[in-house]
Protein backbone atom coordinates (compact mmCIF):
# COMPACT_ATOMS: atom_id res chain seq x y z
CA UNK A 1 0.00 0.00 0.00
CA UNK A 2 1.31 3.38 -1.01
CA UNK A 3 0.76 6.25 1.73
CA UNK A 4 0.81 10.37 0.13
CA UNK A 5 -0.50 11.72 3.53
CA UNK A 6 -0.82 10.30 7.11
CA UNK A 7 -2.32 11.99 10.17
CA UNK A 8 -0.88 11.34 13.49
CA UNK A 9 -3.05 11.83 16.75
CA UNK A 10 -1.12 12.99 19.71
CA UNK A 11 2.14 15.15 19.68
CA UNK A 12 3.54 13.80 22.69
CA UNK A 13 6.65 11.76 23.39
CA UNK A 14 5.59 9.51 20.91
CA UNK A 15 3.64 11.07 18.70
CA UNK A 16 5.63 14.59 17.44
CA UNK A 17 8.70 11.50 16.97
CA UNK A 18 6.88 9.73 14.83
CA UNK A 19 5.19 12.18 13.00
CA UNK A 20 8.56 14.54 12.31
CA UNK A 21 10.31 11.43 11.00
CA UNK A 22 7.83 10.64 8.84
CA UNK A 23 7.58 13.77 7.32
CA UNK A 24 11.48 13.58 6.94
CA UNK A 25 11.04 10.22 5.44
CA UNK A 26 9.13 12.23 2.25
CA UNK A 27 5.59 11.42 3.48
CA UNK A 28 3.21 14.71 3.87
CA UNK A 29 1.98 14.43 7.79
CA UNK A 30 -0.78 15.96 9.49
CA UNK A 31 -0.11 16.38 13.47
CA UNK A 32 -2.99 16.84 15.50
CA UNK A 33 -3.33 17.27 19.18
CA UNK A 34 -6.04 18.54 20.90
CA UNK A 35 -4.13 20.93 22.94
CA UNK A 36 -3.96 24.26 21.21
CA UNK A 37 -0.38 25.27 22.81
CA UNK A 38 1.29 22.47 21.49
CA UNK A 39 -0.09 23.06 18.10
CA UNK A 40 1.19 27.17 18.52
CA UNK A 41 4.39 25.97 20.21
CA UNK A 42 4.92 23.93 17.10
CA UNK A 43 3.65 25.74 14.34
CA UNK A 44 6.42 28.23 16.05
CA UNK A 45 9.23 26.38 14.86
CA UNK A 46 9.71 25.30 18.72
CA UNK A 47 9.08 21.80 20.88
CA UNK A 48 7.51 21.47 24.05
CA UNK A 49 9.07 17.98 25.21
CA UNK A 50 13.09 17.62 26.05
CA UNK A 51 14.17 14.65 23.78
CA UNK A 52 17.44 14.10 22.53
CA UNK A 53 17.50 15.07 18.72
CA UNK A 54 14.15 15.84 18.24
CA UNK A 55 14.38 19.41 17.74
CA UNK A 56 16.65 18.69 14.64
CA UNK A 57 14.01 16.18 13.46
CA UNK A 58 10.76 18.61 14.07
CA UNK A 59 12.92 21.76 12.48
CA UNK A 60 13.80 19.00 9.31
CA UNK A 61 10.30 17.87 9.18
CA UNK A 62 8.96 21.60 9.52
CA UNK A 63 11.88 22.49 6.74
CA UNK A 64 10.79 20.07 4.52
CA UNK A 65 7.42 21.45 3.76
CA UNK A 66 6.10 17.75 4.58
CA UNK A 67 5.16 18.65 8.62
CA UNK A 68 2.02 20.35 9.20
CA UNK A 69 0.23 20.76 13.07
CA UNK A 70 -3.50 21.16 13.85
CA UNK A 71 -5.93 20.75 16.54
CA UNK A 72 -8.66 18.67 13.98
CA UNK A 73 -7.24 15.97 11.55
CA UNK A 74 -7.92 15.78 7.74
CA UNK A 75 -8.07 13.51 5.31
CA UNK A 76 -5.56 11.44 4.97
CA UNK A 77 -4.09 7.40 3.69
CA UNK A 78 -3.25 6.69 7.09
CA UNK A 79 -4.38 7.63 10.81
CA UNK A 80 -2.04 6.63 14.15
CA UNK A 81 -3.02 7.36 17.33
CA UNK A 82 -0.51 7.91 19.62
CA UNK A 83 -2.31 9.95 23.21
CA UNK A 84 -1.88 9.13 26.30
CA UNK A 85 -3.61 6.16 28.00
CA UNK A 86 -2.83 7.00 31.83
CA UNK A 87 -4.39 6.06 35.03
CA UNK A 88 -8.18 7.01 36.29
CA UNK A 89 -7.13 9.36 38.54
CA UNK A 90 -10.91 8.57 40.56
CA UNK A 91 -11.83 5.31 39.62
CA UNK A 92 -10.41 1.93 40.73
CA UNK A 93 -11.15 -1.77 40.87
CA UNK A 94 -11.57 -4.34 43.57
CA UNK A 95 -11.00 -7.91 43.55
CA UNK A 96 -11.24 -10.07 46.45
CA UNK A 97 -10.54 -7.13 48.84
CA UNK A 98 -7.80 -5.90 46.96
CA UNK A 99 -7.75 -2.59 45.00
CA UNK A 100 -6.52 -1.89 41.51
CA UNK A 101 -5.67 0.55 39.06
CA UNK A 102 -7.70 1.37 36.04
CA UNK A 103 -6.50 2.74 32.37
CA UNK A 104 -7.97 5.65 30.78
CA UNK A 105 -8.72 5.00 27.70
CA UNK A 106 -11.36 8.24 26.99
CA UNK A 107 -8.09 9.90 24.55
CA UNK A 108 -8.18 7.03 22.66
CA UNK A 109 -12.06 7.48 22.34
CA UNK A 110 -11.94 10.46 21.88
CA UNK A 111 -9.20 10.42 18.95
CA UNK A 112 -11.05 7.49 17.26
CA UNK A 113 -13.96 9.70 17.43
CA UNK A 114 -12.36 12.60 15.81
CA UNK A 115 -11.07 10.19 12.69
CA UNK A 116 -14.88 8.84 11.94
CA UNK A 117 -15.52 11.73 10.11
CA UNK A 118 -12.58 11.72 7.41
CA UNK A 119 -12.05 7.46 7.32
CA UNK A 120 -12.57 6.63 3.69
CA UNK A 121 -12.40 3.17 2.03
CA UNK A 122 -9.20 1.88 2.19
CA UNK A 123 -7.85 3.77 4.67
CA UNK A 124 -5.38 2.21 7.73
CA UNK A 125 -5.74 2.66 11.68
CA UNK A 126 -3.11 2.38 13.68
CA UNK A 127 -3.32 2.25 17.41
CA UNK A 128 0.23 3.10 18.97
CA UNK A 129 -1.36 3.74 22.83
CA UNK A 130 -0.53 1.26 25.27
CA UNK A 131 -3.80 -0.40 26.03
CA UNK A 132 -5.29 -3.26 27.79
CA UNK A 133 -5.98 -6.62 25.65
CA UNK A 134 -8.42 -6.21 23.00
CA UNK A 135 -8.99 -2.77 22.75
CA UNK A 136 -8.27 -2.57 19.08
CA UNK A 137 -11.07 -5.07 18.28
CA UNK A 138 -13.46 -4.45 21.13
CA UNK A 139 -13.30 -0.15 21.53
CA UNK A 140 -11.16 1.39 18.45
CA UNK A 141 -13.40 -0.92 15.95
CA UNK A 142 -16.72 -0.15 17.35
CA UNK A 143 -16.02 3.35 17.44
CA UNK A 144 -14.59 3.50 13.82
CA UNK A 145 -17.90 1.73 12.64
CA UNK A 146 -19.60 4.25 13.29
CA UNK A 147 -18.49 5.86 9.49
CA UNK A 148 -20.43 2.89 7.77
CA UNK A 149 -17.44 1.03 6.64
CA UNK A 150 -15.95 -1.84 8.84
CA UNK A 151 -12.44 -2.64 9.96
CA UNK A 152 -10.72 -5.36 8.00
CA UNK A 153 -13.38 -5.78 5.07
CA UNK A 154 -13.64 -1.76 4.07
CA UNK A 155 -10.99 -0.17 5.69
CA UNK A 156 -7.29 -1.71 7.54
CA UNK A 157 -7.23 -1.97 11.05
CA UNK A 158 -3.86 -2.54 13.26
CA UNK A 159 -2.08 -2.14 16.50
CA UNK A 160 1.30 -1.34 16.94
CA UNK A 161 2.91 -0.62 19.88
CA UNK A 162 5.62 2.07 20.74
CA UNK A 163 8.50 0.34 22.40
CA UNK A 164 11.38 3.06 22.38
CA UNK A 165 13.36 4.14 25.05
CA UNK A 166 12.67 7.50 26.44
CA UNK A 167 16.44 9.50 26.24
CA UNK A 168 17.28 7.02 22.49
CA UNK A 169 14.01 7.50 21.20
CA UNK A 170 14.64 9.09 17.68
CA UNK A 171 17.19 6.25 17.71
CA UNK A 172 15.02 3.39 18.72
CA UNK A 173 12.58 4.34 16.49
CA UNK A 174 14.37 3.20 13.53
CA UNK A 175 16.47 0.93 14.50
CA UNK A 176 13.91 -1.49 16.64
CA UNK A 177 12.49 -4.05 15.72
CA UNK A 178 8.53 -3.34 14.83
CA UNK A 179 5.45 -5.68 15.75
CA UNK A 180 2.35 -4.79 13.44
CA UNK A 181 -0.78 -6.82 14.87
CA UNK A 182 -3.59 -6.19 12.18
CA UNK A 183 -7.15 -7.13 12.39
CA UNK A 184 -7.16 -9.13 9.48
CA UNK A 185 -3.29 -10.13 7.71
CA UNK A 186 -4.27 -7.34 4.80
CA UNK A 187 -4.24 -5.07 8.15
CA UNK A 188 -0.84 -6.05 9.36
CA UNK A 189 0.28 -5.75 5.85
CA UNK A 190 -0.56 -2.59 5.36
CA UNK A 191 0.92 -1.28 8.72
CA UNK A 192 4.36 -2.76 7.53
CA UNK A 193 4.20 -1.13 4.40
CA UNK A 194 3.92 1.99 6.47
CA UNK A 195 6.56 1.58 9.02
CA UNK A 196 8.84 0.37 6.50
CA UNK A 197 9.01 3.89 4.82
CA UNK A 198 11.47 4.61 7.87
CA UNK A 199 11.96 1.56 10.29
CA UNK A 200 15.18 -0.65 9.61
CA UNK A 201 14.56 -3.31 12.30
CA UNK A 202 12.62 -6.16 11.89
CA UNK A 203 9.00 -5.32 11.71
CA UNK A 204 7.04 -8.97 12.87
CA UNK A 205 3.10 -9.34 11.70
CA UNK A 206 0.58 -10.86 14.12
CA UNK A 207 -2.66 -10.20 15.09
CA UNK A 208 -4.03 -6.79 17.01
CA UNK A 209 -5.00 -8.91 20.27
CA UNK A 210 -1.05 -10.43 20.36
CA UNK A 211 0.62 -7.29 19.70
CA UNK A 212 -1.40 -5.78 22.39
CA UNK A 213 -0.12 -8.62 24.55
CA UNK A 214 3.36 -8.26 23.41
CA UNK A 215 3.83 -4.94 24.55
CA UNK A 216 2.15 -5.84 27.97
CA UNK A 217 4.38 -8.59 28.05
CA UNK A 218 7.75 -6.67 28.11
CA UNK A 219 6.98 -4.11 31.00
CA UNK A 220 5.38 -6.70 32.90
CA UNK A 221 8.78 -8.67 32.86
CA UNK A 222 11.23 -5.36 33.69
CA UNK A 223 8.60 -4.93 36.10
CA UNK A 224 8.72 -7.93 37.82
CA UNK A 225 12.65 -8.20 37.43
CA UNK A 226 12.81 -5.22 38.84
CA UNK A 227 10.54 -6.30 42.42
CA UNK A 228 12.74 -9.42 43.16
CA UNK A 229 15.81 -6.89 42.69
CA UNK A 230 14.35 -4.54 45.02
CA UNK A 231 12.86 -7.97 47.12
CA UNK A 232 16.64 -9.36 47.10
CA UNK A 233 17.94 -5.54 48.36
CA UNK A 234 15.15 -5.96 51.24
CA UNK A 235 16.68 -9.57 52.14
CA UNK A 236 20.49 -8.65 51.96
CA UNK A 237 19.68 -5.82 54.08
CA UNK A 238 18.34 -8.25 56.90
CA UNK A 239 20.57 -10.98 56.24
CA UNK A 240 24.17 -8.05 56.56
CA UNK A 241 25.11 -8.93 52.73
CA UNK A 242 25.75 -6.51 50.22
CA UNK A 243 23.26 -7.34 47.68
CA UNK A 244 24.94 -4.92 44.66
CA UNK A 245 27.78 -7.73 45.04
CA UNK A 246 25.32 -10.46 44.95
CA UNK A 247 23.38 -9.60 42.18
CA UNK A 248 26.52 -9.00 40.10
CA UNK A 249 28.15 -12.55 40.93
CA UNK A 250 24.35 -14.12 40.27
CA UNK A 251 24.62 -12.75 36.66
CA UNK A 252 26.96 -14.25 35.53
CA UNK A 253 25.42 -17.42 35.53
CA UNK A 254 24.65 -17.99 32.07
CA UNK A 255 20.62 -17.83 32.39
CA UNK A 256 20.64 -15.18 35.44
CA UNK A 257 19.93 -11.51 34.54
CA UNK A 258 18.65 -9.69 37.85
CA UNK A 259 18.34 -5.80 37.37
CA UNK A 260 19.00 -3.51 39.81
CA UNK A 261 17.70 -2.66 42.57
CA UNK A 262 16.21 1.25 43.38
CA UNK A 263 14.03 3.55 44.95
CA UNK A 264 11.33 2.55 43.09
CA UNK A 265 9.75 2.27 39.72
CA UNK A 266 8.69 5.44 37.52
CA UNK A 267 7.76 6.62 34.62
CA UNK A 268 4.76 6.24 32.68
CA UNK A 269 5.24 2.99 31.35
CA UNK A 270 6.58 -0.02 33.25
CA UNK A 271 4.84 1.46 36.70
CA UNK A 272 1.77 1.72 34.60
CA UNK A 273 1.46 -1.36 32.13
CA UNK A 274 1.13 -4.33 34.36
CA UNK A 275 -2.43 -2.38 35.92
CA UNK A 276 -3.60 -3.34 32.21
CA UNK A 277 -3.25 -6.88 32.65
CA UNK A 278 -4.47 -6.92 36.35
CA UNK A 279 -7.65 -4.58 35.30
CA UNK A 280 -8.44 -7.04 32.69
CA UNK A 281 -7.91 -10.36 34.41
CA UNK A 282 -7.29 -9.90 38.85
CA UNK A 283 -8.03 -13.45 38.91
CA UNK A 284 -5.04 -14.43 36.79
CA UNK A 285 -2.58 -11.95 37.81
CA UNK A 286 -1.62 -12.30 41.52
CA UNK A 287 2.44 -12.35 40.76
CA UNK A 288 1.96 -9.38 38.57
CA UNK A 289 -0.30 -7.16 41.26
CA UNK A 290 2.17 -8.38 43.91
CA UNK A 291 5.48 -6.75 42.02
CA UNK A 292 3.77 -3.96 41.15
CA UNK A 293 3.45 -3.46 45.28
CA UNK A 294 6.70 -4.29 45.84
CA UNK A 295 8.06 -1.77 43.55
CA UNK A 296 5.03 1.18 44.91
CA UNK A 297 6.27 0.58 48.35
CA UNK A 298 10.48 0.71 47.65
CA UNK A 299 10.17 4.70 48.45
CA UNK A 300 8.85 3.69 51.85
CA UNK A 301 12.22 1.29 52.59
CA UNK A 302 14.46 3.94 51.39
CA UNK A 303 12.67 6.52 54.00
CA UNK A 304 12.94 3.11 56.36
CA UNK A 305 16.78 3.25 55.55
CA UNK A 306 17.63 6.92 56.30
CA UNK A 307 15.61 6.93 59.35
CA UNK A 308 17.53 3.82 60.36
CA UNK A 309 20.78 6.00 59.23
CA UNK A 310 19.83 9.58 60.67
CA UNK A 311 18.11 8.70 63.14
CA UNK A 312 15.02 10.72 64.31
CA UNK A 313 14.15 13.02 60.79
CA UNK A 314 11.98 15.45 62.63
CA UNK A 315 13.54 19.35 61.60
CA UNK A 316 16.56 17.56 59.59
CA UNK A 317 17.80 18.87 56.90
CA UNK A 318 18.07 16.83 53.99
CA UNK A 319 19.63 17.34 50.31
CA UNK A 320 17.58 15.29 48.00
CA UNK A 321 19.84 14.83 44.29
CA UNK A 322 17.15 14.17 41.37
CA UNK A 323 14.00 13.68 41.03
CA UNK A 324 13.72 12.42 37.29
CA UNK A 325 12.28 8.79 37.28
CA UNK A 326 15.64 7.69 36.34
CA UNK A 327 18.96 8.72 35.02
CA UNK A 328 19.78 11.50 32.61
CA UNK A 329 16.30 12.26 31.74
CA UNK A 330 13.87 15.32 32.37
CA UNK A 331 10.91 13.20 32.86
CA UNK A 332 9.53 13.91 36.56
CA UNK A 333 6.40 11.94 35.71
CA UNK A 334 5.52 8.95 38.28
CA UNK A 335 9.12 9.57 40.10
CA UNK A 336 9.63 7.38 42.54
CA UNK A 337 12.48 10.32 43.95
CA UNK A 338 9.40 12.58 44.60
CA UNK A 339 7.63 10.23 46.44
CA UNK A 340 10.95 9.57 48.72
CA UNK A 341 10.61 13.45 49.31
CA UNK A 342 7.21 13.54 49.83
CA UNK A 343 7.60 10.68 52.52
CA UNK A 344 10.69 12.61 53.74
CA UNK A 345 8.53 15.49 54.24
CA UNK A 346 5.83 13.49 55.92
CA UNK A 347 8.50 11.98 58.71
CA UNK A 348 8.99 16.19 59.80
CA UNK A 349 12.79 16.49 57.15
CA UNK A 350 13.18 19.99 55.92
CA UNK A 351 13.98 18.27 52.41
CA UNK A 352 15.39 20.82 49.38
CA UNK A 353 15.68 19.09 46.35
CA UNK A 354 18.21 19.26 43.22
CA UNK A 355 17.54 18.05 39.84
CA UNK A 356 19.96 19.44 37.31
CA UNK A 357 17.73 18.06 34.58
CA UNK A 358 15.07 20.35 35.25
CA UNK A 359 16.47 23.27 36.97
CA UNK A 360 13.42 25.54 36.81
CA UNK A 361 10.81 23.09 37.87
CA UNK A 362 8.00 23.71 40.27
CA UNK A 363 7.18 20.62 41.89
CA UNK A 364 3.84 21.37 44.42
CA UNK A 365 4.74 20.48 48.01
CA UNK A 366 8.66 20.49 47.00
CA UNK A 367 11.16 23.19 47.80
CA UNK A 368 13.33 22.53 44.99
CA UNK A 369 17.05 24.02 45.09
CA UNK A 370 18.65 26.67 42.60
CA UNK A 371 21.61 24.66 41.91
CA UNK A 372 23.87 22.19 43.61
CA UNK A 373 25.58 24.47 46.39
CA UNK A 374 21.97 26.04 47.19
CA UNK A 375 20.71 22.01 48.06
CA UNK A 376 23.82 21.08 49.82
CA UNK A 377 25.21 24.11 51.92
CA UNK A 378 22.77 23.59 55.54
CA UNK A 379 22.60 19.81 54.94
CA UNK A 380 22.50 17.54 58.01
CA UNK A 381 22.52 14.72 55.39
CA UNK A 382 22.80 13.75 51.15
CA UNK A 383 20.29 11.11 50.28
CA UNK A 384 20.69 10.34 46.40
CA UNK A 385 18.14 9.31 44.41
CA UNK A 386 18.83 9.38 40.95
CA UNK A 387 21.97 7.93 39.35
CA UNK A 388 22.45 11.38 37.18
CA UNK A 389 25.89 11.17 35.05
CA UNK A 390 26.29 14.52 36.92
CA UNK A 391 26.06 12.63 40.18
CA UNK A 392 28.05 9.91 39.37
CA UNK A 393 30.92 11.91 38.57
CA UNK A 394 30.76 14.33 41.82
CA UNK A 395 34.26 14.62 43.48
CA UNK A 396 33.60 13.68 47.24
CA UNK A 397 36.00 16.04 48.48
CA UNK A 398 34.44 18.80 46.80
CA UNK A 399 31.21 18.03 48.32
CA UNK A 400 33.31 17.75 51.56
CA UNK A 401 33.76 21.94 50.95
CA UNK A 402 29.79 22.44 50.06
CA UNK A 403 28.26 20.78 52.64
CA UNK A 404 28.13 20.51 56.87
CA UNK A 405 26.81 17.17 55.90
CA UNK A 406 29.05 14.02 56.81
CA UNK A 407 25.76 11.32 56.01
CA UNK A 408 24.95 10.11 52.88
CA UNK A 409 21.92 7.82 51.39
CA UNK A 410 23.17 6.21 48.31
CA UNK A 411 19.74 4.43 46.83
CA UNK A 412 21.22 3.59 43.46
CA UNK A 413 24.27 2.31 44.13
CA UNK A 414 26.76 4.91 42.62
CA UNK A 415 29.07 6.57 45.50
CA UNK A 416 32.43 4.72 46.27
CA UNK A 417 32.16 4.22 49.95
CA UNK A 418 35.81 4.23 50.36
CA UNK A 419 36.36 7.14 48.33
CA UNK A 420 33.73 9.19 50.14
CA UNK A 421 34.91 7.97 53.82
CA UNK A 422 38.33 9.53 52.34
CA UNK A 423 36.53 12.89 52.23
CA UNK A 424 34.71 12.25 55.44
CA UNK A 425 31.48 10.88 54.80
CA UNK A 426 30.12 8.22 56.25
CA UNK A 427 27.87 6.03 53.02
CA UNK A 428 25.01 3.87 53.68
CA UNK A 429 23.71 2.06 50.39
CA UNK A 430 20.32 0.99 49.86
CA UNK A 431 20.62 -3.40 49.94
CA UNK A 432 23.67 -3.14 52.06
CA UNK A 433 23.52 -4.77 55.38
CA UNK A 434 27.58 -5.13 55.95
N1 LIG B 1 14.58 0.72 37.01
C1 LIG B 1 15.06 0.09 38.15
N2 LIG B 1 15.99 -0.91 37.99
C2 LIG B 1 16.44 -1.29 36.77
C3 LIG B 1 15.93 -0.66 35.60
C4 LIG B 1 15.00 0.36 35.75
O1 LIG B 1 14.68 0.40 39.28
O2 LIG B 1 17.28 -2.20 36.71
C5 LIG B 1 13.59 1.79 37.15
C6 LIG B 1 14.04 3.12 36.55
O3 LIG B 1 14.84 3.85 37.44
C7 LIG B 1 12.72 3.77 36.27
C8 LIG B 1 11.82 2.60 35.88
O4 LIG B 1 12.46 1.44 36.38
O5 LIG B 1 12.19 4.39 37.43
C9 LIG B 1 11.59 2.43 34.40
O6 LIG B 1 12.74 2.70 33.65
P1 LIG B 1 13.20 1.85 32.37
O7 LIG B 1 14.45 2.43 31.84
O8 LIG B 1 13.23 0.42 32.71
O9 LIG B 1 12.00 1.99 31.35
P2 LIG B 1 11.16 3.21 30.72
O10 LIG B 1 9.89 3.29 31.49
O11 LIG B 1 11.95 4.44 30.54
O12 LIG B 1 10.89 2.60 29.24
C10 LIG B 1 10.25 1.33 29.12
C11 LIG B 1 11.04 0.48 28.11
N3 LIG B 1 10.58 -0.90 28.17
C12 LIG B 1 11.43 -1.93 28.29
O13 LIG B 1 12.62 -1.80 28.39
C13 LIG B 1 10.81 -3.30 28.28
C14 LIG B 1 10.86 1.04 26.72
O14 LIG B 1 11.47 0.18 25.74
C15 LIG B 1 9.37 1.20 26.40
O15 LIG B 1 9.16 1.76 25.11
C16 LIG B 1 8.77 2.15 27.42
O16 LIG B 1 8.91 1.54 28.70
C17 LIG B 1 7.32 2.37 27.09
O17 LIG B 1 7.01 3.41 26.49
O18 LIG B 1 6.50 1.48 27.34
Same mark, same amino acid.
Given at each position: ????????????????? %??????????????????????? %????????????? $?????????????????? %?????????????????????????????????????????????????????????????????????????????????????????????????????????????????????????????????????????????????????????????????????????????????????????????????????????????? =? @??????????????????????????? =?????? @????????????????????????????????????????????????????????????????????????? $????????? $????????????????? %? =???????????????????????
Amino acid at each position: MKFNKICVLGLGYIGLP %TASTFATHGVKVLGVDVNPHIVE %TLQRGDIHIHEPG $LRDTVSAALASGNFNVST %TPAQADAFLIAVPTPFHQDQSGEYNGLKYKLADMRAVTSAAEAIVPFLRKGNLVVLESTSPPRTTLELVAPILARSGLQAGSDFHLAYSPERVLPGQILRELIENARVIGGVTPASAQAGADLYSIFVKGEIVQTDATTAEMVKLMENTYRDVNIAIANEFARLADKFGVDVWEAIGIANRHPRVKILNPGPGVGGHCISVDPWFF =V @ETAPELTPLIFNARKVNDAQPQFVVEL =VKRTLG @ELKGKKIAALGLAYKPDVDDLRESPATEVVHLLQKEGAKVKAWEPFKPDAAMPGIEMARNLDDALKDADAIVL $LVRHTDFAS $LNPLKVREMTPAHIAVD %T =VNTWDPTEWAKAGFSVSRLGVGK
